[in-house]
């Protein structure tokens, strides 16, 4: 079946540091891929997406790129802020036919301090 | 449109009752999820909705959970006889099935549940 791997948080980083955070997937043919992301005491909420191989999704300055060959979608930022101190979930869906089951990692919590 | 909301945020109830939680998605939208997620876990899925289709609902963790969506609008999720290990927050999520999307999801806020 589907599954998708995060890195292990917390991540921990200064403020503008410069951010990744892993993912990698496995599944059948083509999925979209997403990263959600949940602040402390909301529930989660699209970040940015991309739906097919090599597409860059973008958004608040995060970006993370579709990279079929290597079935990984790292999340990055060049300058973070406190305000971006969250839980992080990577998922993926199937967009046709078939049994339809959204898969998401388990998170990658962010702490940034001042 | 004010969102996914989700209704009651909170239940605490005692082992052996039941409870059902509520789900209004975003009107437009014709695909509804139910997921529960425990402490430093993803969302893991339990069932969805095309309309008032079921579409899947093996993953739904047992056959004390049950879910409809009657009219294709909201959803009630019903768990009967809880137990302790059914503590978590349950969480609901709704997307457009327009041609082409993406399904990306758009969630309420949660309903958490603590079973004593």
């Known amino acids: 079946g589907d599954s998708v791997t995060q890195m292990e948080g917390p991540v921990t980083l200064s403020e503008e540091a410069f951010l990744t955070i892993n993912c990698t997937y496995t599944a059948t043919g083509y999925p979209s891929l997403f990263w959600y992301v949940q602040y402390p005491g909301e529930g989660l909420q699209l970040l940015l997406k991309a739906t097919k191989a090599d597409d860059k999704g973008s958004n608040k300055g995060f970006e993370a790129t579709y990279r079929k060959e290597t079935t990984s979608f790292h999340l990055e930022k060049g300058s973070v802020q406190v305000s971006d101190s969250a839980v992080y979930f990577c998922?993926?869906?199937?967009?046709?036919?078939?049994?339809?089951?959204?898969?998401f990692g388990r998170g990658t919590s962010l702490i940034v301090h001042p | 449109d004010t969102g996914v909301s989700q209704d009651p945020r909170h239940k605490i109830t005692k082992r052996g009752q039941n409870v059902t939680f509520r789900c209004d998605p975003i009107?437009?939208?014709?695909?509804l999820y139910w997921y529960r997620q425990t402490l430093g876990q993803g969302p893991e899925f339990l069932t969805y909705?095309?309309?008032?289709?079921?579409?899947?609902k093996s993953r739904l963790l047992s056959d004390r959970f049950s879910a409809e969506r009657p009219k294709g609008s909201f959803s009630t999720l019903e768990i009967q006889r809880t137990e302790q290990g059914d503590s978590a927050m349950y969480l609901c999520a709704s997307s457009s099935d327009a041609r082409g999307g993406s399904y990306e999801q758009y969630f309420g806020p949660g309903t958490r549940l603590t079973v004593t």
């Open positions: 909705f095309q309309n008032e289709a079921q579409l899947e």
């Open positions: 009107s437009e939208h014709n695909r």
């Open positions: 998922a993926l869906t199937h967009a046709s036919g078939g049994s339809y089951i959204p898969t």
